[in-house]
C-alpha cells in the first residue's frame, strides 16, 4: 500500500482531529502518501481532495469540529454513488481509507472495501451508539460539556425553586442522557430505551419531593424521547413548580476535546493505519475490556448494544 485517505463523516465530533493527525503522522512515518478527502463522501464525490503533510495537522489536537470538514451524503446510499466513490477513490490511488464517523459511514466503507478499496473505520460520534465498542471519540468531552451546562441550570433552578428539564442529544440512544443524569445527580433521567415513561408518576415525585423540602427537581431528557417543553408545560400545570426547558443542543458537539478523547483517538488512529499496512479491509476499530480491537464491518454493523443495566440501576437507586 502506499497511498491512503481520510475522512470524517456524518456529526462531527470532538476528538476527530487528534485521529486525523494521529493517522496522517504515523502513515508519513511508514512511508506513505496520506490524502485528506474534505466533507466526507460528499467531497469525495466532488473530488475535494487536498495532500497532507506532517505540518497540516499541526495545531490541531486541541481543536473541536474536524478541520477536514464532514457531510451526510445521500448519494452514499445508492450503488451508482458508491461505484463513483470508489472510482474516484482508485484515480487518486487511494488504496486504503480511514473513516472515521458513526455506523452510517461505515456502511459506505463497507461497500467501498467490496469494490476494492480497502477501508478501516473509526467510531466517531458524541452519541456511543456504536455497537462494537464501548468508546466512540467525542462521547467524553460531549458528557463533560453537557454535565458542566446542567450544572449552571441546576443553579438557577435551585435558586427559583423550579423544575428544569434538560434536554441532551443523543439521536436514538441514551448513553449521553443516562451519563449526564448520574453525573449531574438527576431526580429522573428519561431514556428512549425505556418506552413509555410514566408521567403521572413524575409528577407524582415532583410533589412529593417539594413537600420534603427538595429546592429543586432536576430532569434530564433525552433527544429520542424528546417533548420537553410542552413536556415542561404539562409538569408546571399539574404540579403548580414553576418548570422549565432547557435543549442544550449543537454546544454539546463543539469545544476542545478532553484529554481522553485525545488519547483514545490518536490510539485509534494510529491502529487504523497499521491495520490497512497488513493488508487488512472492511473493520472498525473499538474499544472493549480495556483493549484496543479491531471488529469485521459486517459483523459490527449487526450487533446490538444495550445500555450497562448496572450503571442504569444504579442512576435509579441515586436518584432520589
Ligand atoms: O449523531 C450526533 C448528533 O449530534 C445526534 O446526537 C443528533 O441527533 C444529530 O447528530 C443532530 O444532527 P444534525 O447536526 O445534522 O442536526
Redesign the pocket.
Known amino acids: 500500500i502506499r497511498t491512503i485517505g481520510v475522512l470524517t463523516s456524518?456529526?462531527d465530533?470532538p476528538g476527530m482531529n487528534a485521529a486525523i493527525r494521529s493517522v496522517v503522522r504515523t502513515a508519513l512515518g511508514k512511508g506513505l502518501r496520506v490524502r485528506g478527502i474534505r466533507r466526507g463522501y460528499q467531497g469525495l464525490m466532488e473530488e475535494e481532495i487536498i495532500d497532507l503533510s506532517a505540518r497540516d495537522v499541526s495545531d490541531t489536537i486541541q481543536r473541536g469540529g474536524t478541520i477536514l470538514q464532514t457531510a451526510?451524503c445521500k448519494e452514499m446510499r445508492t450503488e451508482e454513488g458508491q461505484q463513483k466513490a470508489a472510482a474516484i477513490c482508485k484515480k487518486y490511488g487511494i488504496e486504503g481509507l480511514v473513516v472515521i464517523g458513526?455506523d452510517g459511514s461505515f456502511a459506505g466503507a463497507q461497500k467501498l472495501a467490496n469494490l476494492g478499496i480497502n477501508t478501516i473505520g473509526i467510531p466517531g460520534?458524541?452519541?456511543l451508539d456504536i455497537d462494537c465498542t464501548e468508546y466512540t471519540i467525542g462521547f467524553d468531552t460531549a458528557v463533560n460539556t453537557a454535565m458542566e451546562a446542567i450544572d449552571k441550570v441546576r443553579d438557577t433552578s435551585t435558586s427559583h425553586q423550579r423544575c428544569s428539564i434538560v434536554e441532551v442529544?443523543?439521536?436514538d440512544a441514551g448513553y449521553?442522557a443516562l451519563w449526564c443524569g448520574i453525573a449531574n445527580g438527576a431526580e429522573e433521567i428519561l431514556l428512549p430505551e425505556e418506552h413509555n415513561y410514566d408521567e403521572s408518576e413524575i409528577i407524582k415525585r415532583i410533589i412529593e419531593n417539594r413537600d420534603r423540602g427538595k429546592k429543586h427537581y432536576i430532569i434530564i431528557n433525552a433527544?429520542g424521547v424528546g417533548d420537553s417543553i410542552n413536556m415542561a408545560k404539562r409538569i408546571e400545570e399539574a404540579t403548580g413548580m414553576e418548570t422549565r426547558a432547557t435543549i442544550l443542543g449543537?454546544m454539546?458537539?463543539g469545544g476542545s476535546p478532553t484529554a481522553k478523547d485525545r488519547v483514545y483517538a490518536s490510539i485509534m488512529g494510529a491502529k487504523a493505519v497499521e491495520l490497512l499496512c497488513e493488508g487488512k479491509t472492511n473493520r472498525v476499530v473499538g474499544y472493549k475490556h480495556g483493549e484496543y480491537i479491531d471488529v469485521d464491518i459486517d459483523e459490527a454493523l449487526n450487533m446490538e448494544k444495550k445500555l450497562p443495566e448496572y450503571q442504569l440501576e444504579i442512576a435509579k437507586k441515586l436518584a432520589i
Open positions: 456524518g456529526g465530533a451526510r458513526g460520534t458524541i452519541d442529544m443523543g439521536r449521553l433527544e449543537h454539546q458537539r
